[in-house]
T-cell receptor
Framework: SQQGEEDPQALSIQEGENATMNCSYK?????LQWYRQNSGRGLVHLIL?????REKHSGRLRVTLDTSKKSSSLLITASRAADTASYFC???????????FGAGTRLFVKA | DTEVTQTPKHLVMGMTNKKSLKCEQHMGHRAMYWYKQKAKKPPELMFV???????INESVPSRFSPECPNSSLLNLHLHALQPEDSALYLC?????????????????FGPGTRLLVL
């Protein structure tokens, strides 16, 4: 199985609701990042959280990191139809060159 | 300028063809990446150049050959591909870490080249 497993695989919510996605990983990391991808296009960086940080905010996004549980969560508050996309976590492993993406969560926000 | 450009946007090629994908960035990034992404799957890292030094994912077949002519350009040469190589190929760039290795700071992705191998 790969570093960066995410759940749920798919999430459907109403506009205005909050969306929470989770990511788990297996090895020590330097940092963890969240990306968004619309319809098979390029990925857009959302937020980076370092291994010594526990929580970070950016606009409607809130990311937490629990290194003891090797997990992270992404919360999108007050979701909009434009938030419909796939969301991936990505970890960079300590001492290596590898960036490993999680399986991703497909979010659908209904207007 | 925070843009990574990729050409072509779409490519259809036969299994005996030789083609190249191109990627360019002008953000002064010294790390550039090639990813392969199949439908409904996450991107998989193929190659990394950091300060023009190559790191390879050992599982990538030799029919894929990367080239970094300078710090702004990245090519992926394709030869004798198979139908299962059909995918979205993404290029990205970032600032490498202080040690010269590709410490993962924010990666900026291009829009990708959608490749179909017949």
């Amino acid at each position: 199985s790969q570093q960066g497993e995410e759940d749920p695989q798919a999430l459907s919510i109403q506009e205005g609701e909050n969306a929470t996605m989770n990511c788990s990983y297996k090895t020590s990391i330097n940092n963890l990042q969240w990306y968004r991808q619309n319809s098979g296009r390029g990925l857009v960086h959302l937020i980076l959280i370092r291994s010594n940080e526990r929580e970070k905010h950016s606009g409607r996004l809130r990311v937490t990191l629990d290194t003891s549980k090797k997990s992270s969560s992404l919360l999108i508050t007050a979701s909009r139809a434009a938030d419909t996309a796939s969301y991936f976590c990505a970890t960079y492993t300590t001492g290596g060159f590898k960036t490993i993406f999680g399986a991703g969560t497909r979010l659908f926000v209904k207007a | 300028d925070t843009e990574v450009t990729q050409t072509p946007k779409h490519l259809v090629m036969g299994m005996t063809n030789k083609k190249s994908l191109k990627c360019e960035q002008h953000m002064g990034h010294r790390a550039m990446y090639w990813y392969k992404q199949k439908a409904k799957k996450p991107p998989e890292l193929m190659f990394v150049y950091s300060y023009e030094k190559l790191s390879i994912n050992e599982s990538v077949p030799s029919r894929f050959s990367p080239e970094c002519p300078n710090s702004s350009l990245l090519n992926l040469h394709l030869h004798a591909l198979q139908p299962e190589d059909s995918a979205l190929y993404l290029c990205a760039s970032s600032h490498p870490g202080l040690a010269g290795g590709p410490d993962q700071e924010t990666q900026y992705f291009g829009p990708g080249t959608r490749l179909l191998v017949l």
